[in-house]
């Protein structure tokens, strides 16, 4: 093939890539707005692809469907625009108590639960996580969903907890100053009487069993 149409096959191949980035921020965006914020976006997203479109035809019928898709576009706009960014009263999914596969109940971080555990005598493990982190999310579907640390976390009555920081919460955030840590992911193993264990942002299996097996 000419060098051309390898540049073009390139040019149409990387279409792909940004379009998973839309599928990713789509997903995102359901975590921050809920279904509703998900669909009224693809709905819009749908809505601009008639329009340009219709720009791209000739003659008389490029003044007509331009003209009919700009105007569903703005009434979508008005209409369902407003779901995508409302974010404050859209449901938080790490507000309540979520139950993994393996049967181990991960609880909503909140200020002063880690103390009132420790106070109990029970260790806590803390996940700093956000729907938008790449690397949180590979870490809960493979360190996170281990069978084995998952039987270590209940051998040592571990009590898990997830800080959702997707919307930047204040106390979650003054709670990562207070680690040294400005983001996320942050993977912490609290134990009454010691310092905090923060683990790496790319969570090691064995390094977390290790760190288990001296509870």
Not at 30 to 55: P, Q, Y
Not at 107 to 127: I, T, Y
Not at 181 to 206: N, T
Request: glycine share 6%; charged share 15%.
């Amino acid at each position: 093939p000419k060098p051309g149409a390898w540049m073009d096959t390139f040019r149409r191949f990387m279409a792909f890539p940004m379009l998973a980035t839309v599928v990713w921020l789509v997903w995102v965006l359901g975590h921050l707005s809920g279904v509703d914020g998900a669909g009224a976006l693809l709905a819009l997203l749908l809505a601009m692809s008639l329009v340009i479109w219709a720009l791209g035809l000739e003659g008389r019928s490029r003044i007509m469907f331009a003209t009919l898709s700009i105007a569903i576009c703005v009434v979508l706009l008005r209409a369902i625009g407003p779901l995508v960014i409302k974010i404050e009263d859209a449901p938080n999914p790490l507000t309540t108590a979520t139950t993994t596969s393996a049967g181990v109940t991960w609880q909503a971080w909140a200020p002063g639960k880690v103390e009132s555990e420790l106070a109990a005598g029970r260790p806590v493990f803390v996940d700093f996580t956000a729907a938008w982190c790449i690397t949180c999310q590979y870490n809960k579907k493979t360190t996170l969903s281990n069978t084995d640390v998952l039987d270590d976390m209940r051998a040592h009555h571990v009590t898990l907890m997830r800080a959702d920081w997707t919307r930047r919460d204040p106390a979650i955030t003054q709670a990562l100053e207070q680690l040294g840590r400005s983001g996320v992911p942050v993977y912490v193993l609290h134990q009454a009487g010691k310092p905090p264990v923060v683990f790496s942002e790319i969570l090691d299996a064995q390094t977390l069993r290790a760190s288990l097996a001296q509870l």
